[in-house]
């Protein structure tokens, strides 16, 4: 007989303002069934909108450039609850 792997509680996790589990299912539905068509008119959209920037950087490296941006936001908005 094989054990069945335990499945991991997810952590207490606090949203950001504004965000509740509604919300974030549309995103997830809307992102899941997006069209690859779709998904890259989104894109060439962010590219070419004002006040945004787009940064392209090895995925291996996400985890600490979101660590970073984190640290920044939390700095110039501190009463703020970001979360990773």
Same mark, same amino acid.
């Given at each position: 007989?094989?054990k069945q &792997? $335990?499945k $991991?509680? &997810?952590?207490?996790?606090?949203?950001? &303002? /504004?965000?509740? #589990?509604?919300?974030?299912?549309? !995103?997830? #539905?809307h992102y899941?069934?997006?069209?690859e068509?779709e998904?890259v008119?989104?894109?060439?959209?962010?590219?070419?909108a004002? /006040?945004?920037? !787009?940064?392209?950087?090895?995925? $291996?490296? @996400?985890?600490g450039?979101?660590?970073c941006l984190?640290?920044v936001?939390r700095k110039?908005n501190?009463?703020r @609850?970001?979360q990773p």
């Open positions: 007989m094989s &792997p $335990k $991991k509680r &997810p952590r207490n996790q606090v949203l950001p &303002p /504004g965000w509740d #589990e509604q919300r974030i299912r549309r !995103v997830l #539905e899941e069934n997006q069209t068509e998904a008119a989104e894109d060439e959209a962010a590219f070419q004002e /006040g945004q920037t !787009v940064m392209m950087f090895r995925p $291996k490296w @996400s985890p450039f979101a660590k984190l640290a936001e110039s501190p009463d @609850s970001i």
